[in-house]
Antibody, heavy 121, light 110 residues
Framework: EVQLLESGGGLVQPGGSLRLSCAASGFTFSSYAMSWVRQAPGKGLEWVSAISGSGGRTYYADSVKGRFTISRDNAKNTVYLQINSLRAEDTAVYFC??????????????WGQGSLVTVSS | QSVLTQPPSASGTPGQRVTISCSGSSSNIGSNYVYWYQQLPGTAPKLLIYRNTQRPSGVPDRFSGSKSGTSASLAISGLRSEDEADYYCAAWDDSLSGYVFGTGTKVTVL
């Protein structure tokens, strides 16, 4: 059974940093790209970032480029999202999701339960 | 501001057919696969349709997807109360070099 478990969310002050983690199990982790998607309270889905199976290719939404860094540790079956220079508009539930391919972002067939990041002073 | 436009709401009575549209452009829907997601209240999204028309294992055949040019549609036939959810289309956008979601459509079963 595929499972994705996010952690690392919480309350952070504007300008602060946070690292989200997503521990995966139930599939060959290195064979699939992984992605992060966020959802602000009461709003729609926004794709944030993705990383290829090997970790050699990364992709970012323009809204987070330069502030967010995605990485993965295939030995630990874990994908990370480092979030810097946090802004109020980054407040959202952050979902980790498994891609259906090894490169790029196509379908996202399994999702974690989400981790809430709140940016407030 | 999403580049994929969906109607904000759609509704129907049990048993009816509901169709949700997703309008994009040549850089996203026009040149890439379309995906559809269902998000039940308070839960994570679920992949409903992949590569325009394909259903993952376990998704009822009441759900079907189609694509024509720069637009796509999701149809729900035999509407059921458990279909009440938010639905999002998505596609890779070559110009943005990013994955884009639609604005979302809330389906209500009357």
């Amino acid at each position: 059974e595929v499972q994705l478990l996010e952690s690392g969310g919480g309350l952070v002050q504007p300008g602060g940093s946070l690292r989200l983690s997503c521990a995966a199990s139930g599939f060959t982790f290195s064979s699939y790209a992984m992605s992060w998607v966020r959802q602000a309270p009461g709003k729609g889905l926004e794709w944030v970032s993705a990383i290829s199976g090997s970790g050699g290719r990364t992709y970012y939404a323009d809204s987070v480029k330069g502030r967010f860094t995605i990485s993965r540790d295939n030995a630990k079956n874990t994908v990370y999202l480092q979030i810097n220079s946090l802004r109020a508009e980054d407040t959202a539930v952050y979902f980790c999701a498994k891609c259906i391919t090894i490169f790029g972002v196509q379908g996202l067939d399994y999702w974690g339960q989400g981790s809430l990041v709140t940016v407030s002073s | 501001q999403s580049v994929l436009t969906q109607p904000p709401s759609a509704s129907g009575t049990p048993g009816q057919r509901v169709t949700i549209s997703c309008s994009g452009s040549s850089s996203n829907i026009g040149s890439n696969y379309v995906y559809w997601y269902q998000q039940l209240p308070g839960t994570a999204p679920k992949l409903l349709i992949y590569r325009n028309t394909q259903r993952p294992s376990g998704v009822p055949d009441r759900f079907s997807g189609s694509k024509s040019g720069t637009s796509a549609s999701l149809a729900i036939s035999g509407l059921r109360s458990e279909d009440e959810a938010d639905y999002y289309c998505a596609a890779w956008d070559d110009s943005l070099s990013g994955y884009v979601f639609g604005t979302g459509t809330k389906v209500t079963v009357l």
